[in-house]
Antibody
Framework: EVQLVESGGGLVQPGGSLRLSCAASGLTFRSYWMHWVRQAPGKSLVWISRITTDGSGTGYADSVKGRFTISRDNAKNTLYLQMNSLRAEDTAVYYC????????????????WGQGILVTVSS | QSVLTQPPSVSAAPGQKVTISCSGSSSNIGNNHVSWYQHLPGTAPKLLIYENNKRPSGIPDRFSGSKSDTSATLGITGLQTGDEADYYCGTWDSSLSVWVFGGGTKLTVL
């Protein structure tokens, strides 16, 4: 059974930093792209970042570009999201998701999701 | 503002059918497969439909998907109160090289 478990969330002051982790099990982690998606209170799901299987390729939504960094450790089956210069509008539940299919071929989708972790940016 | 456009809400009575639309462009839906997700607040989103019309194991055939040009549709028949949730479409955007979601549609089963 595939399991994705996020950790590292919490309360942080504006301008601060936080690193989220997503531990994967039940799959060959190194074979899949991984994504981060967030949902602000009362708002929609918003995709924020993705990373290729070996970590050599990354992509970001404009809202987090230059502030957030996605990375992975395939030896530890773990995905990370380093969040710097945090703003109040980054307050959200953050989900990691497993990418299936092939985005370059137009067939990708988010097959498995974690339960989410809450990040609150407030003074 | 989401790249993909969905109606904010739909509603229907138990046992009835409902459809949820998702409109995009040639750089996303027009040239890539669409997937659909069911999300109950406080829980992990669940994949309902992938590659436009395929259902993962365990998803009942009451859920169906279709795509035409730059639009996609999720259909749910035999509505149950347990189907009340937010539904999102999603796909890859080839021009931006990013994943995009619709704004979500809240389904109410009256």
């Amino acid at each position: 059974e595939v399991q994705l478990v996020e950790s590292g969330g919490g309360l942080v002051q504006p301008g601060g930093s936080l690193r989220l982790s997503c531990a994967a099990s039940g799959l060959t982690f190194r074979s899949y792209w991984m994504h981060w998606v967030r949902q602000a209170p009362g708002k929609s799901l918003v995709w924020i970042s993705r990373i290729t299987t070996d970590g050599s390729g990354t992509g970001y939504a404009d809202s987090v570009k230059g502030r957030f960094t996605i990375s992975r450790d395939n030896a530890k089956n773990t995905l990370y999201l380093q969040m710097n210069s945090l703003r109040a509008e980054d307050t959200a539940v953050y989900y990691c998701a497993l990418g299936l299919g092939y985005c370059s071929g137009g067939t990708c989708y988010l097959g498995y999701w974690g339960q989410g972790i809450l990040v609150t940016v407030s003074s | 503002q989401s790249v993909l456009t969905q109606p904010p809400s739909v509603s229907a009575a138990p046992g009835q059918k409902v459809t949820i639309s998702c409109s995009g462009s040639s750089s996303n839906i027009g040239n890539n497969h669409v997937s659909w997700y069911q999300h109950l607040p406080g829980t992990a989103p669940k994949l309902l439909i992938y590659e436009n019309n395929k259902r993962p194991s365990g998803i009942p055939d009451r859920f169906s998907g279709s795509k035409s040009d730059t639009s996609a549709t999720l259909g749910i028949t035999g509505l149950q109160t347990g189907d009340e949730a937010d539904y999102y479409c999603g796909t890859w955007d080839s021009s931006l090289s990013v994943w995009v979601f619709g704004g979500g549609t809240k389904l109410t089963v009256l």
